[in-house]
């Protein structure tokens, strides 16, 4: 870890410079845009079995309908990429073709689409459409179809499905306190605010796409592997996204119809997917089976711990959630058994969603590694002081930075955490027995390929651009701030503009890595026109040789060093050239590599249950977070309690409902999908290490967007079990699965 460096802009709780843009309507989400043609409106019409074939579909009717311009089906669809295919370009730019053929691959699949003028007439025209099917024999249910499971090719946020070290056997059979136990996780969906969209125009050969996408990149490839064209013939624009969490890193099948369609039509299409169809043409988190089992010395020492996992991977779509992950770097332990298991099941795209890997990880490892410190007797947080590791338990590896002890005792402090072992049900309010816990955080931080461009024009304005996107996060801001502190220019004096791939090329929103690797693209972009200035201005003026570029600003359009100040126009002028320059590109490197990298967190909760009812409520939060430098105060405190209330949902409320006798999703809007709401979340207290951390990248930060959900589930839970002295091990906690187990009072 290193020292801070000393900064006027990095770090400050800049208001959003979105901001005014969102709260006036200003900002065009996807299906905002309006183009000079006025766009055609599709609405998707779902297959009503989850594995089959589409053997008779009737159009005659909707076809007729008011307003309908075109019915299309696997008997008109054009010709597309077999799905799937070229397999190189990643899930994400991978075909994504949609009505290829009478195959239905999961329920909820499009079998045909209609476009008409408004939306009333397309949803009418769908509800006209027969469909006959013939059934198959279909997977839906993983855990029925365990003798099927393998081990995932890749895995998302581990390398291998399987870790071994040391004889976890031996060891295990060897320790003198023992845990076993088995836990459940749901499904889940990402639910964010802004649905799937897209509006899809054509000019010739030439696509256009709207597209609420994270990643622009791959969105292109998506279309152009799909549609077979020219990738230089595809611009995906999305300068602002309604919350992604995963669910918008690739493309889905709105998009691919409304591109379709459009050229058919030769006019613009678009469509929004209503709140049901997300819910199957979205993606979702797969429920999940965990087994853990630990072994831990009689004095509290971890010596083995075996996580195995089984979960459904939807045919043809390959992720596979590495939930044993935050098991591999949270403590030490000499044995260590890691199996990752999924069954290739008919249902809806499984895929990423807010911290794959960690979110339902710790909920169970983090539960797990409570119960037994309890059974050793020792206070929860001596137990994981206790076991930290030096280098990273599975790997070996040496730590970039470690600093999780630091964060749970910072923890402790903020929420007043009394030490001693847990004595469920001791403490009550009238019928409300109150409990206590805490749980770590953890989350890899990551860093991916980005580059950015700057323009200092001579009036001493700067243009940023690359094609990132903002969820909601707070990209825009941070840009700015970074190209001001690297410029000494004001805020106000910088445009920064994302969204579109005819800017250049960055990894987009996603794995928490945006921040970093974009943020450090756009700095040395603006480094570039920094040292040229100070160059060219050398070679005007002999005053400024040897000037240290990190005092450099830029004021009124001038170029200011302590006591000196020059035209920005007389260099430009000097030089021939309207703007000055300058291109940042960053990868992961070595550090990257060789070292394991981690955001860290110390979370604790305070939950009351109702003695009668088993009701529970959340009545305070509190975490210590570290995620190095803090790129703006304000933005990342939102970050990490966004965060920690997609925590306490995933411990208490969120969890999509299959029909397994059709692959169906049955809880399919925010009526019955439930997530937290506002009377759900208590005080939530936030302290920020702000440390820095070079081998991350050179702006010190780290990843910060997924750490606040890693650890707040469990910290919840173990407060469920203080409180009442029973642990469910499945989530989220029903308050009828407390009824039967809740201590007489
Ligand atoms: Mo994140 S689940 O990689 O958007």
Redesign the pocket.
């Known amino acids: 870890m290193n020292d801070q460096p000393t900064t006027k802009w990095i770090g400050q709780p800049l208001d959003r410079v979105d901001g005014p843009a969102k709260v006036t309507g200003a900002a065009t989400y996807s299906a905002d845009y309006r183009g000079d043609q006025q766009a055609a409106i599709g609405f998707i019409v779902e297959a009503t079995i989850g594995s089959g074939k589409v053997s008779q579909i009737e159009t005659a009717d909707a076809e007729a309908a008011d307003g309908v311009h075109l019915v299309m089906t696997h008997q008109n669809a054009p010709e597309q990429a077999p799905f799937g295919d070229n397999a190189d370009a990643g899930r994400f730019g991978m075909s994504h073709a949609v009505l290829q053929n009478d195959e239905v691959r999961y329920y909820g699949a499009p079998v045909a689409f209609i476009v008409a003028d408004t939306l009333e007439q397309a949803r009418h025209a769908a509800g006209l459409i027969k469909v006959t099917y013939q059934a198959d024999g279909s997977v839906f249910d993983a855990f029925e179809h365990e003798d099927d499971a393998f081990a995932p090719d890749s895995l998302d946020g581990a390398e291998e499905a399987d870790v071994d070290k040391g004889d976890f056997d031996a060891v295990f059979a060897e320790s003198a306190e023992t845990l076993d136990a088995t836990f459940h996780t749901a499904a889940q969906h990402a639910a964010a605010m802004e649905p799937h969209a897209t509006v899809a125009e054509w000019d010739g050969d030439k696509l256009t796409v709207h597209i609420a996408v994270?990643i622009l990149s791959s969105a292109r490839k998506a279309f152009a592997n799909t549609l077979k064209i020219d990738p230089a013939n595809v611009r995906i624009v999305t300068p602002f996204v309604g919350g992604?969490?995963?669910?918008?890193?690739g493309v889905h099948s709105e998009g691919v119809l409304a591109a379709l369609a459009a050229r058919k039509l030769q006019r613009p299409v678009r469509i929004a997917q209503t709140r049901r169809h997300v819910f199957s043409n979205g993606p979702h988190r797969t429920n999940h089976r965990q087994r853990i089992r630990l072994g831990a010395s009689a004095d509290g020492k971890l010596l083995s711990v075996a996580h195995e996992t089984l979960g459904a991977m939807s045919r043809d779509y390959p992720f596979a959630e590495a939930a044993a992950s935050p098991t591999m770097a949270s403590y030490a332990a000499e044995a260590m058994k890691i199996r990752h298991r999924v069954v290739a099941a008919n249902i809806p795209h499984v895929d990423?969603?807010?911290?794959?890997g960690e979110a339902i990880g710790t909920l169970t490892y983090e539960s797990a590694i409570d119960e037994l410190a309890v059974q050793c007797g020792i206070d929860p947080l001596e137990f994981r002081l206790k076991n930290e590791p030096e280098q990273e338990p599975a790997s070996g590896k040496e730590f970039s930075t470690r600093t999780l002890a630091r964060c749970l005792r910072e923890g402790a402090e903020l929420f007043g955490w009394e030490k001693g072992p847990v004595k469920p049900g001791a403490s009550r309010e009238g019928r409300l027995l109150i409990g206590r816990g805490l749980a770590t955080a953890i989350r890899p931080n990551m860093m991916q390929p980005a580059e950015a461009a700057a323009e200092l024009d001579r009036d001493g304005r700067l243009s940023v651009e690359l094609d990132m996107t903002d969820?909601g996060t707070g990209t825009y801001t941070i840009l700015t701030q970074i190209a001001a502190e690297t410029l000494g220019l004001d805020p106000n004096a910088i445009a920064v503009r994302l969204g579109d791939t005819d800017y250049p090329k960055t990894c987009g929103?996603?794995?928490?890595f945006g921040a970093g690797s974009t943020g450090t693209a756009v700095s040395k972009a603006c480094a570039l026109i920094r040292d040229t200035i100070i160059e060219r201005a050398a070679r005007l003026d002999s005053d400024w040789a040897g000037v240290n570029s990190g005092d450099l600003r830029i004021e009124n359009g001038n170029a200011v060093v302590a006591g000196r100040s020059l035209a920005l126009g007389s260099i430009l002028d000097a030089i021939g050239g309207d703007s000055f320059k300058g291109k940042g590109q960053v990868e992961p490197g070595k550090a990257h590599e060789d070292l394991a990298q981690y955001s860290y967190g110390g979370v604790f909760a305070e939950v009351s249950v109702n003695a009668d009812t088993g009701e529970i409520r959340v009545r305070r939060l509190a975490g210590a977070f570290d995620a190095g430098r803090i790129l703006n105060e304000k933005t990342a405190r939102s970050q990490l309690m966004g965060g920690m209330i997609f925590g306490l949902g995933a411990a208490l409320m969120e969890e999509s409902l299959m029909d397994m006798r059709f692959g169906s999703f049955m809880n399919r809007d925010l009526a019955e999908y439930h997530i937290a709401v506002n009377r759900d979340v208590p005080r939530l207290e936030v302290k920020m290490l702000d440390t820095f951390d070079q081998n991350s990248n050179p702006l010190g930060s780290k990843g910060i967007?997924?750490l606040g959900i890693c650890g707040t589930g469990p910290a919840i839970a173990n407060a469920v079990y203080a409180a009442t002295g029973y642990r469910t091990r499945k989530f989220p906690i029903h308050l009828e699965d407390l009824l039967d187990h809740l201590p007489a009072l």
């Open positions: 994270q992604g969490f995963g669910s918008k890193l990423s969603m807010r911290a794959p969820i929103s996603g794995g928490s967007g997924e």
